[in-house]
């Protein structure tokens, strides 16, 4: 199979519709589109993605290439992207290319048999080739070459939109920063009001007491005074009793004594009448 020219129109990066014949042999075409490449292999052996690197969204791209079969016969191969592919044949009478087929099936079986084409991953990869990939460049040669045809203006502007996106970045986290901080802002300036509000409510409170502050200050401590003597009785209540005892017959308790016990006293041994009687003062 030979390939003798190549259609297109409406095609990313070339310009509006044109044709270009291919001589026999090896034949280099020279061009910073990096949509030509896939517009010679798109009509041959379409992809799922020739849609966004062809089209370039001015109306319906079209894509065909020329191409001689092995009986030395002239066809050519259209596809409209996002359509379907249209295999027509070079009538010598009329000197015109008449159709031959729409069916998918019936060109693939066309190339494959009447064309000799190979598989579509061995044609693309070895008859249709960029400069980079040739084998006499490789290496720092390759490096080289490549960088001949590197869209400098395009690579200048992608340069600038990274450095405008990551300014953007940095401002949008600034932003966040701020918008966080005014957040805690508004949540303890919240707890102020709140906390004043509390103090307002008991400043309120105390006007309306009878004491002042100092007077509620030492009622607070003599109560206080209060609570720890009276804490300390039952405990002195506990110690007399363990020392002492219960005496025996006794129905009063602590130090109690029965009518018949003698007590000294200053009235000359006088007896003490009742069966309960204590020293000690009743606490």
Not at 88 to 98: C, E, G, N, Q, V
Request: net charge positive; glycine share 8%; charged share 30%.
């Amino acid at each position: 199979m030979q390939l003798t020219e190549l259609l297109f129109q409406k095609v990313k990066d070339l310009p509006g519709e044109g044709q270009l014949s291919l001589k026999s042999g090896y034949v280099a075409v020279v061009s910073k589109a990096s949509s030509l490449r896939v517009a010679l292999t798109a009509p041959v052996c379409p992809a799922p993605d020739d849609p966004k690197r062809l089209a370039d969204g001015a109306g319906p791209t079209r894509v065909g290439v020329g191409l001689v079969s092995g009986e030395g016969k002239s066809y050519r191969l259209l596809r409209e992207l996002g359509g379907s592919r249209q295999l027509l044949r070079f009538d010598a009478a009329t000197k015109k290319f008449a159709e031959v087929t729409e069916d998918q099936l019936e060109i693939d079986s066309f190339l494959r048999v009447e064309c000799g084409m190979p598989p579509g991953d061995a044609y693309t990869g070895f008859f249709v080739l960029e400069i980079n990939e040739l084998p006499s460049l490789r290496g720092k040669a390759a490096a080289a070459a490549s960088e001949a045809y590197v869209d400098q203006p395009r690579v200048r502007a992608l340069k600038e939109e990274l450095e405008m996106t990551k300014k953007f970045e940095a401002t949008q986290d600034r932003l966040f920063k701020v918008a966080q901080r005014l957040h805690d802002l508004k949540v303890l300036a919240q707890n102020l009001q709140d906390a004043e509000t509390d103090l307002a409510a008991v400043q309120d409170e105390l006007k309306r007491s009878p004491w002042s502050p100092e007077e509620i200050k030492d009622l607070t401590a003599k109560a206080s005074r209060t609570s720890r003597r009276s804490d300390r009785r039952p405990r002195r209540r506990c110690r007399l009793r363990s020392r002492c005892g219960p005496a025996a017959g006794s129905t009063g308790g602590c130090c109690s004594a029965s009518a018949s016990t003698r007590w000294p006293s200053s009235s000359g041994g006088r007896r003490w009448p009742g069966s309960r009687w204590s020293p000690f003062l009743p606490l």
